[in-house]
């Protein structure tokens, strides 16, 4: 048993770092000069928002806030000419991500009298927002649930556990990757078939 978490010790800081190696590659290809930078870091803070929600089920205000912050600071570099106004879009994009996940969360919470969504999942879909088009969000949040759902049906499928309605999934550990993905689809889009505007 102790040479099984020796193991699992390695492999998981390995697994990590391959992960982070190959995303960082994938943005700056993907993307060229300042963008692909803003996308490496997205991987990162991404990947590090994922490895924590999965083991302590909690998604650090610190790395959304970071990711946001990121946003902005990619906004406002995008078109400079514009200044704070260049930040507004993905502000408003960012809240109506959130408010109606967050109405969503309140209304569960008081018709079952259980968490159904966390208070870090909005935030983190906020910053999913602020990161991408509507369209893509839609997108990159029905992506995650189906990737949650499915791991959680493959996993109790494989320790023959019967499903349980109540199951408590790390949900940032499945959203977080998605919003890079999301990143990197827009931005190879915008690269490669769509051209860059200007």
């Not at 391959?18 to 994938?26: K, M, P, Q, R, Y």
């Not at 704070?84 to 109506?96: D, E, I, K, Q, S």
């Not at 966390?118 to 879909?125: E, P």
């Not at 919003?179 to 505007?197: A, D, F, M, Q, S």
Request: a neutral charge; glycine letters at 10%; charged letters at 15%.
């Amino acid at each position: 048993m102790a040479e099984d978490d020796a193991q699992d010790g390695i492999r998981a800081p390995l697994v990590l770092s391959c992960a982070l190696l190959v995303g960082v590659f994938a943005s700056l290809v993907t993307a060229p000069a300042a963008e692909g930078i803003f996308g490496a870091f997205l991987a990162a803070l991404m990947l590090a928002i994922a490895a924590h929600d999965a083991r302590h089920y909690l998604i650090p205000n610190e790395l959304t806030g970071a990711a946001f912050a990121l946003a902005l600071l990619r906004a406002a570099a995008v078109v400079p000419d514009v200044g704070a106004r260049a930040l507004l879009w993905p502000v408003a994009r960012a809240l109506a991500v959130a408010l109606p996940l967050l109405l969503l969360m309140l209304a569960y919470r008081r018709w079952r009298g259980r968490d159904g969504l966390g208070l870090g999942d909005v935030k983190l879909a906020a910053v999913c927002g602020a990161w991408l088009d509507l369209a893509t969000v839609a997108a990159v949040i029905e992506f995650a649930a189906l990737l949650a759902i499915g791991a959680y049906v493959a996993n109790a499928a494989l320790q023959r556990k019967p499903l349980r309605g109540t199951a408590f999934l790390p949900f940032g550990l499945f959203l977080a990757p998605s919003i890079w993905i999301g990143w990197l689809g827009e931005t190879w889009y915008l690269n490669w078939l769509g051209g860059w505007p200007g």
